[in-house]
């Protein structure tokens, strides 16, 4: 293929297969279409599964980044309101910026005379 993917092709068994009809419904048998970097998708997928430390650091930032779309989607937001990419582009920006504002402020952002200061709510 000219991408690079490869297939494995499996005609001539598949047609004494008693399990045909139940895997393809294709005359000349299965074909599988194998991706042009599976080996590198495999291996990723591996050291996910297996790797402790590649495991904490998911669990450590998957919580904010999921957190931080949901905001960007939030309230009929999943689609773009504009035709266009520069206004479209410009949309989105600042939606990022009301939504980064939005959560500095709710973290303790005031303005005292010409400083901006983080003060952390006290429990």
């Given at each position: 293929?000219?991408?690079?993917?490869?297939?494995?092709?499996?005609?001539?068994?598949c047609a004494t297969c008693p399990?045909?009809?139940?895997?393809?419904?294709?005359?000349?048998?299965?074909?599988?279409?194998?991706?042009?970097?599976?080996?590198?998708?495999?291996?990723?997928?591996?050291?996910?599964?297996?790797?402790?430390?590649?495991?904490?650091?998911?669990?450590?930032?998957?919580?904010?980044?999921?957190?931080?779309?949901?905001?960007?989607?939030?309230?009929?937001?999943?689609?773009?309101?504009?035709?266009?990419?520069?206004?479209?582009?410009?949309?989105l920006h600042n939606r990022a910026?009301?939504?980064?504002?939005?959560?500095?402020?709710?973290?303790?952002?005031?303005?005292?005379?010409?400083?901006?200061?983080?003060?952390?709510?006290?429990?």
């Amino acid at each position: 293929m000219a991408n690079g993917a490869r297939q494995a092709q499996f005609k001539k068994l598949c047609a004494t297969c008693p399990l045909k009809d139940r895997c393809t419904r294709s005359k000349t048998g299965r074909v599988f279409s194998v991706h042009a970097q599976y080996d590198l998708l495999k291996a990723a997928r591996d050291q996910a599964a297996t790797d402790p430390h590649w495991q904490a650091e998911y669990r450590r930032w998957r919580p904010p980044v999921e957190r931080a779309i949901a905001w960007l989607v939030a309230k009929g937001n999943r689609r773009v309101p504009y035709r266009g990419v520069i206004k479209n582009n410009t949309w989105l920006h600042n939606r990022a910026a009301a939504l980064n504002l939005r959560r500095l402020i709710n973290l303790g952002l005031t303005r005292t005379g010409g400083t901006w200061t983080i003060t952390p709510a006290t429990a």
